[in-house]
């Protein structure tokens, strides 16, 4: 009786086991989380920023990285107006007092000359692609044939359409002396430039983190997994988590996202399968971030 009762005992436990390993996997599953075996860290990073000390978290499922992007937190927006293609929040925005940096043109002002219709603010628009010289545009934007990224000098760019091309480019704290923009702030910052706000953003947070004060809003195309793997050659496991490094700074430093969108490209939206879980995801982003 007493090893039957043993027996009983023991096959209930493994019953027991068996049915919790099953709800376990059924809520793992439910909320859509796939462990992600190469990612290059599985450790905590702490950064310290200007006296600001951010806290970052390794990315182990894509599922987290796609939600943060596609649902908007910033919901405190009053005045969020279309100004060219892009969402900008007008609240904090004061008209013939304001000044953006509009980097990515490709032969379209469309936002440019919008701000300044609508806020007759003062616009430096960048784009090193489009074999245009240094101009005014107008009364309050000038053109500068020069890029952003994490360094200066020269950089062979190419995207769709266009290959090999050479161009001169500078870091967002190199732009900003050279525009004697010091003790200004840039109510609007506009990054358009085709996988390299990535560069554009951790150079802000390990070498001027300071700027991200001077920053009040941030448009950025975003371009995620497959997109900017085709550009640098990264795996794709390092270029998520290191997107995924970049939110989180930005979100540390106050900015919060207000808008985000799929980008169409000639009517289309480019789609790929999530190699980690099969999932359709899109190539880019169009996001609009702001602070309190």
């Given amino acids: 009786m007493r090893l039957n009762a043993v027996y009983r005992i023991i096959t209930y436990s493994m019953l027991s086991f068996g049915v919790l390993i099953l709800c376990l996997v059924y809520i793992f599953k439910m909320e859509g989380i796939t462990q992600l075996e190469n990612f290059p860290s599985t450790i905590s990073e702490s950064l310290d920023m200007d006296g600001t000390t951010c806290y970052l978290e390794p990315l182990r499922n894509t599922d987290k990285y796609y939600n943060f992007i596609l649902f908007p ?54 784009d090193p692609t489009m074999g245009v010289d240094d101009h005014k ?13 994490n360094y200066k000098g020269s950089k062979t760019m190419s995207y769709i359409g266009k290959k090999n091309i050479n161009t001169q480019v500078d870091t967002l704290y190199g732009i900003i002396q050279m525009l004697n923009h010091t003790d200004d702030n840039i109510d609007v910052l506009k990054l358009d430039i085709e996988g390299s706000e990535l560069d554009v953003i951790l150079d802000v947070a390990y070498n001027y983190p300071k700027l991200f004060k001077k920053v009040k809003q941030l448009i950025m195309e975003i371009h995620t997994l497959e997109e900017y793997y085709w550009h640098t050659g990264n795996s794709v496991s390092t ?28 009517g289309n939206i480019f789609t790929f399968k999530d190699k980690t879980n099969g999932k359709t995801r899109s190539c880019c982003y169009e996001t609009s971030w702001i602070k309190k």
Avoid: P
């Avoid at 279309?82 to 379209?108: E, P, R, W």
């Avoid at 997107?243 to 490209?265: A, D, N, P, T």
């Fill in 137 to 149: 545009r107008g009364t309050n934007i000038q053109f500068h044939n020069l890029g952003i990224s």
């Fill in 239 to 266: 270029t998520l988590a290191d997107y995924w490094k970049m939110i989180q700074i930005l979100e540390c430093q106050g900015f919060h996202i207000m808008y985000s969108v799929k980008i169409r490209e000639w």
């Fill in 73 to 126: 937190t910033a919901a405190w927006c009053i005045d969020e107006a279309t100004v060219g293609n892009y969402q900008v929040c007008m609240d904090n925005i004061t008209k013939s007092n304001c000044l953006v940096y509009s980097f990515g043109i490709a032969n379209h002002f469309d936002f440019d000359d919008s701000i300044v219709q609508l806020k007759d603010c003062q616009v430096h628009s960048f």
